[in-house]
């Protein structure tokens, strides 16, 4: 069965350096990959989206991967700070469709 | 222009009755999601609409009836609440076919 793994455990970083998370999936091939971000309490939020023949994307301080190979998404946050606390959830769905399949997401901890 | 917006925030139901939560938005949408998400899970997506007077089955519908009379309304019923539907659920919107974009801020249900 289709599966999205992104790591459970809480990432803690410092202000200012580079948070980077990951987004495994198998069985499966995607044709849109979506990062958002979703604060405590609150819906998510869409970040970026990312489509298999694009290898990067990026928007402000923030850099998505896709490697199809790999069956990968690495997605980084640079000079992080502490606003930047959340849950982030990768989500992928197929070409033409419109049904996301979510990772359980990792929460993200910049300290000051 | 408020976005999406859920009714109600909050609900606490005994097994065996029913409700409807209430979703709108004023952004002229077409398509619209109802998700859940649980401890530790992604969000799933139980119902989707492409269209008022549309809608369709999603990832986990069973247990749950949606309706779209109105193009800025997405309604979703539970006949017979369990205490399997206990989550908080999610409703978003989007304007083109792709993920959705916006989400509401959710509602966090009960069944006892």
């Known amino acids: 069965s289709q599966k999205i793994e992104q790591n459970s455990e809480a990432l803690n970083i410092q202000e200012g350096k580079t948070a980077t998370l990951t987004c495994n999936y198998t069985?499966?091939?995607?044709?849109?990959l979506q990062w958002y971000r979703q604060d405590p309490g609150r819906g998510p939020v869409f970040l970026l989206l990312?489509?298999?023949?694009?290898k990067e994307k990026r928007k402000e301080r923030l850099k998505v991967t896709f490697d199809t190979t790999l069956k990968q998404s690495l997605f980084h946050i640079t000079a992080s700070q502490p606003a930047d606390s959340a849950t982030y959830l990768c989500?992928?769905?197929?070409?033409?469709?419109?049904?996301?399949?979510f990772g359980g997401g990792t929460r993200v901890l910049v300290k000051p | 222009n408020a976005g999406v917006t859920q009714t109600p925030k909050f609900r606490v139901l005994k097994t065996g009755q029913s409700m409807t939560l209430l979703c709108a938005q004023d952004?002229?949408?077409?398509?619209m999601y109802w998700y859940r998400q649980d401890p530790g899970m992604g969000l799933r997506l139980i119902h989707y609409?492409?269209?008022?007077?549309?809608?369709a089955k999603g990832e986990v519908p069973d247990g749950y009836n949606v309706s779209r009379l109105k193009k800025q309304n997405f309604l979703l019923g539970l006949e017979s609440a369990a205490p399997s539907q206990t989550s908080v659920y999610f409703c978003?919107?989007?304007?083109?076919?792709?993920?959705?974009?916006?989400f509401g801020p959710g509602t966090r249900l009960t069944v006892l």
């Open positions: 978003a919107s989007s304007l083109t076919l792709g993920p959705p974009r916006i």
């Open positions: 069985n499966y091939s995607p044709a849109y």
């Open positions: 990312i489509r298999e023949n694009e």
């Open positions: 989500a992928l769905n197929k070409a033409a469709g419109n049904k996301l399949t």
């Open positions: 952004m002229n949408h077409e398509y």
């Open positions: 609409s492409v269209g008022e007077g549309t809608t």
